[in-house]
């Protein structure tokens, strides 16, 4: 029963396939449930995007004007007219979100290596901090946190973000930033919408290389200011050959580093969770990819890492727990993206050492 009572007490969410809500499942001595891979709902997710087309324009524009007007009175989906997209436990994007939760593309473990990896996909070296969904639109940016609740209002140097480069109405930017509070800094992960011009639809390549740009050409913006008072910093990316990673490991970054997140180069920017976006600390780089990688400060193993199997046999209790007394409000939490953290790594017990020395991520209230 103390067991039990310490794994309540840890928080520990029940959570979608591979989420990193939970510890990795390869490092974890326990078989995980059956169902389809996450290559063959990778695929499977890149075929639905290239068949649906979403209204990205007016959903941008609602966010930029916090507009919703008519979208209250719209009737639920039939049960069971996407009975085989959830078996596969794929969002397929066939209904944006309302409002400002679940806005973001959020990621699983990477847990099956891509046999593509070298050649499809790229690799975002993340900072310690909060995910954040910004929207600079009317003369004013706004932060909110993956739940939708607004925490900051403050004027920036985004296209859009302040009353003196607001124009028109049509000027708005959304971007999926991560913020570090010590450094004052948003780092920019994603973009949505630049200028008014969405490219949720859009590649990841493209997506990249057409943010890169457009910082460029904003004057101030990495710097703090009046009227810009938090930076915005964009984050680069690296291709996911041998030698590409080995070298990233072995570089100093500005921040002090979270993880990586890979990015599938075709996938859309799609809310909610995917496995076409995959996420690992560094020193799970040369277990789960196979590499041989330098001993740097990145790939040095934490203390907490051996403690793995331990956290997975009280996610396992809390969960058969929560079935047991019917809580099936958390299943619902965990479909509709609820169980993400708003940091990306793994939250520790709040009893271990690394909890208590705050060195590890917690969930969100």
């Known amino acids: 029963m103390e067991e039990l009572s310490a794994a309540l007490a840890a928080g520990v969410a029940l959570a979608a396939p591979n989420s990193p809500a939970a510890p990795h499942p390869r490092l974890a001595a326990y078989k995980p449930r059956g169902g389809p891979g996450q290559a063959e709902r990778r695929q499977r997710l890149l075929r639905l995007q290239r068949e649906r087309r979403l209204d990205y324009v007016n959903h941008a524009r609602r966010l930029a004007e916090d507009d919703w007007a008519g979208l209250e009175s719209e009737g639920e989906d039939k049960e069971g007219e996407d009975a085989e997209e959830e078996e596969m436990d794929v969002d397929t994007g066939k209904k944006l979100p309302k409002r400002y939760a679940n806005q973001l593309m959020l990621s699983e473990w990477l847990v099956d290596v891509p046999l593509d990896l070298e050649q499809e996909w790229v690799v975002v070296v993340c900072p310690v901090g909060k995910r954040a969904l910004v929207v600079a639109s009317r003369g004013s940016t706004a932060a909110y946190t993956k739940s939708g609740f607004c925490v900051n209002r403050f004027p920036s140097l985004l296209p859009g973000g302040n009353r003196h480069n607001s124009t ?168 509709n993206g609820h169980y993400e953290l708003e940091h990306l790594s793994t939250p520790q017990p709040a009893n271990s050492l690394e909890g208590q020395d705050g060195a590890v991520s917690q969930m969100e209230n």
């Open 168 to 335: 028109s109405e049509k000027v708005y930017c959304i971007l999926d930033c991560i913020y570090n509070e010590a450094a004052q800094t948003y780092y920019i992960l994603d973009v949505m919408c630049w200028r008014g011009h969405p490219v949720y639809d859009c590649q990841t390549d493209f997506r990249f290389f057409w943010l890169f740009s457009k910082i460029q050409e904003e004057e101030g913006l990495g710097e703090k200011s009046r009227i810009n008072p938090f930076k915005f910093v964009g984050l680069q990316n690296f291709p996911c050959s041998s030698d590409s990673l080995c070298e990233v490991l072995a570089m100093d970054f500005p921040f002090e580093v979270d993880g990586l997140l890979f990015y599938h180069k075709q996938t859309h920017y799609t809310p909610g969770s995917t496995p076409l976006v995959g996420w690992l600390r560094p020193y799970m780089v040369p277990e789960i990819l196979g590499l041989a990688v330098p001993a740097t400060v990145l790939t040095a193993k934490p203390d907490y890492a051996g403690r793995q199997l331990q956290q997975i046999i009280e996610s396992k209790k809390s969960k058969k727990l929560a079935a047991e007394k019917g809580q099936l409000s958390s299943v619902v939490a965990a479909r």
